[in-house]
Structure formats: C-alpha cells, structure tokens
C-alpha cells in the first residue's frame, strides 16, 4: 500500500493517537483498497470510542437516528479497549467492506457499506469534525 498522509489527533490538550492513511494508489479514492492505521498514545476504553464514534457519525448529514441504531451493534462487535502503544488498523474493501483489526486479536469484517462509508468519513468526510486532521490524512495543503 502507498502512504498518502497522517497526522495526530489531539483533545484538548491529550495527544489521543496517531493516525496514518494508505492505500491501493495515489491519489485516495473511495474506488480503491485503503486504511487507516491507528497508534494510540494513550488508554482508551472500548465505549469512549464507541460514544466518540457515534457522535460524529451522527455529524453527518445523510446519517439517520435508525441507521446509529444498528450501527451501534456493529461499533460493540468491531471496537476494542486499547493501551498506550497499542495499534489498530481499519481497512476499506471497495465492495463495501470494513474491517477492524487490533493487535494480538481476530479480525472482525461488517458487510454494511452505508456504516463503512459513515463511520470512515469521521475521518475523511467532508463533515468531519477534524478538518486539519483530514486535510493531513489526504496531503492536502
């Protein structure tokens, strides 16, 4: 995979972890293979990102109350506690495919492209509450 760019996600004043985007090719297209890798600089429970998740999914304008519902589901299935130095990755399939992978644990796939596309465009949607983290991620100036 080629790296297109990253960046670090910082809350207040915590640096929370360091994200890097990669993909199949430049430049990033939702038509091609990509992830995003995590690397935590910090402890983070299981539903703080579950909570985080969900509020920015509920962001964006075409996601409905009825669609968090069921993604909920999918978010305790695919979400996981991490430690400080604890990495994760979560990879696009252009099928319409997510998959979550932690270190040291089975990866879980969820077959659902509406939810991939959601709780992907936290960080790459034109809604995201991070826009200079986005702009890092797509290496755009």
């Known amino acids: 995979m080629k790296f297109?760019?990253?960046?670090t996600l910082k809350v207040l004043f915590f640096e929370v972890y360091d994200i890097r985007l990669l993909a199949d090719?430049?430049?990033?297209?939702?038509?091609?293979?990509?992830?995003?890798?995590?690397?935590?600089k910090r402890e983070?429970?299981?539903?703080?990102?579950?909570?985080?998740?969900?509020?920015e999914m509920h962001r964006q304008s075409s996601v409905l109350d009825k669609d968090i519902n069921k993604w909920q589901e999918y978010l305790e299935i695919s979400i996981k506690s991490v430690q400080e130095g604890s990495q994760a990755t979560v990879t696009w399939n252009p099928s319409g495919q997510i998959t979550f992978h932690y270190q040291n644990s089975n990866p879980t796939t969820i077959e659902d492209e509406n939810f991939a596309r959601a709780f992907l465009n936290i960080w790459l949607g034109?809604?995201?509450?991070?826009p200079k983290l986005r702009s890092q991620l797509l290496s755009q100036k």
């Open 4 to 7: 297109i760019g990253q960046g």
């Open 25 to 40: 090719s430049k430049p990033f297209s939702w038509k091609n293979k990509f992830q995003l890798e995590f690397e935590y």
């Open 44 to 55: 983070v429970k299981k539903e703080t990102v579950i909570e985080s998740s969900i509020k």
């Open 126 to 130: 034109d809604e995201t509450s991070q």
